[in-house]
């Protein structure tokens, strides 16, 4: 059984801050490349972040530069970091990743303002 969770989601000013947490098995964590993704109400879901089983890191031109995704193995997380959010930067925001399909958490809500 494969669980993905997401949290950390909330309301933010512009040029704001939040960090989102995804809980995963530290072997998915290992083994796979993760994922952020997210989608604004009427549009396409969208990829946000992704970091490979071995560190390496890809981000949408969008929020290149403000977010940064990373894991913690320990915690059994993986994390995305946004900084200098905006209010396009609304959306639900979710965990992936892709064995012989694609698993998804239910989603975190994160609202800018302004």
């Not at 905006?86 to 959306?91: F, I, L, N, R, Y």
């Amino acid at each position: 059984q494969v669980q993905l969770v997401e949290s950390g989601g909330g309301l933010v000013q512009a040029g704001g801050s939040l960090r989102l947490s995804c809980a995963a098995s530290r072997l998915i964590l290992r083994l796979n490349d993760m994922r952020w993704f997210r989608q604004a109400p009427g549009k396409q879901r969208e990829l946000v972040a992704a970091i490979t089983s071995g560190g390496t890191t890809n981000y949408a031109g969008s929020v290149k530069g403000r977010f940064t995704i990373s894991r913690d193995i320990a915690k059994n997380t993986v994390y995305l970091q946004m900084n200098s959010l905006k209010p396009e930067d609304t959306a639900v925001y979710y965990c992936n990743f892709r064995d012989s399909s694609d698993y998804w958490g239910q989603g975190t809500q994160v609202t800018v303002s302004s």
